[in-house]
């Protein structure tokens, strides 16, 4: 494995760009005209369970096709050129369906092979990214004989072993304790931020998305519902919370009137911005007029800031 970043993949462009994806089995539609860009670094593929995340990465792999939309793999259309996505493609599914009696270090060597490295290379690399996951005494164990923790490895040393430009991972904590867990996501930063492989993490966990990832696409009802940096998504003012000394209900039914959407709950006051405002400054002083007007006195005035978690769960989409 290259401690630098692989020369190979434009840090520019997209490693994954797809259009208008739609995938139905059956009467039942997965993805329904999904839209997803996933730029160089650690990505973090967030949806509840049967979002239709692991159907991506499969058609990501060229594992199946869409029946409507475009695809690019580090520029490749995976429909196509299955064999040279999956060449410069690293994957972890989501099952811990191993074969029991073949020992981790042949099962990664053999993967590496698959993925195209000559066998004395293949060798080598699945020596090393065993040693690398904390698996080097372990290597020669059986996979069966081996915790759900240290079979969870050996997939990130599968994935990894054969150095590619982009790593995808279903549900790598599964199944892992919080010791466990945490360590895997160390495992899974340093992929990113140390070897300069992209990584795409399919999850259903929020709090290790935001902890792990860079950016993130967020996928709900077969459609992208957000996307881009974790830090630009979460941590924006989107509205006003304040608590008042007196009843708040004139002041509510004023800002209602003028277009700004509030409720109250006992003294506090949750304000939002009026459809097709974004300034916060603006808002702030409507606030401030408005509180005037009433007579009220302020106890706490504080921004209301967007989470991931709100975005996640569809508030003020």
């Given at each position: 494995m290259s401690a630098s970043p692989p020369t190979t993949?434009?840090?520019v462009a997209?490693?994954?760009r797809a259009?208008?994806?739609?995938?139905?089995y059956g009467s039942t539609s997965v993805l329904d005209g999904a839209d997803v860009t996933v730029l160089a670094g650690v990505t973090g593929l967030l949806g509840a369970n049967g979002a239709g995340k692991t159907t991506l990465l499969g058609l990501l792999l060229g594992l199946h096709r869409a029946q409507e939309g475009s695809i690019e793999v580090l520029g490749l259309d995976p429909s196509t050129a299955g064999s040279e996505v999956r060449a410069r493609v690293g994957y972890a599914p989501e099952h811990h369906l191993l074969p029991p009696d073949v020992p981790a270090d042949d099962f990664v060597r053999h993967l590496a092979e698959v993925h195209g490295l000559p066998s004395s290379e293949a060798t080598s690399r699945a020596s090393d990214a065993l040693w690398w996951v904390g698996l080097g005494e372990e290597r020669f164990r059986p996979l069966g004989t081996m915790s759900t923790?240290?079979?969870q490895r050996v997939k990130l040393a599968m994935a990894i072993a054969h150095d590619p430009d982009l790593v995808l991972l279903d549900e790598p904590t599964d199944g892992l304790d919080p010791t466990q867990r945490e360590?895997?996501?160390?495992?899974?930063r340093s992929v990113g931020h140390e070897f300069g492989i992209s990584v795409l993490l399919s999850s259903h966990l929020l709090d290790e998305v935001e902890r792990t990832c860079d950016r993130v696409v967020?996928?709900?009802g077969g459609k992208v519902v957000a996307d881009g940096p974790i830090k630009e998504l979460s941590g924006t003012a989107r509205g006003v919370r304040l608590e008042v000394d007196e009843d708040p209900t004139p002041l509510v039914a004023a800002l209602v009137a003028g277009g700004y959407p509030a409720e109250s709950d006992g003294l506090r006051v949750t304000i939002g911005q009026a459809e097709g405002a974004d300034d916060h400054d603006a808002l702030l002083r409507v606030v401030r007029d408005h509180v005037?007007?009433?007579g009220l006195g302020i106890r706490r005035l504080e921004p209301q800031v967007v989470t991931l978690e709100d975005i996640f769960l569809g508030v003020g989409q």
């Open positions: 993949t434009n840090a997209p490693v994954v259009r208008g994806l739609v995938k139905r923790g240290q079979r360590t895997m996501l160390e495992l899974i967020i996928l709900d005037a007007d009433a």
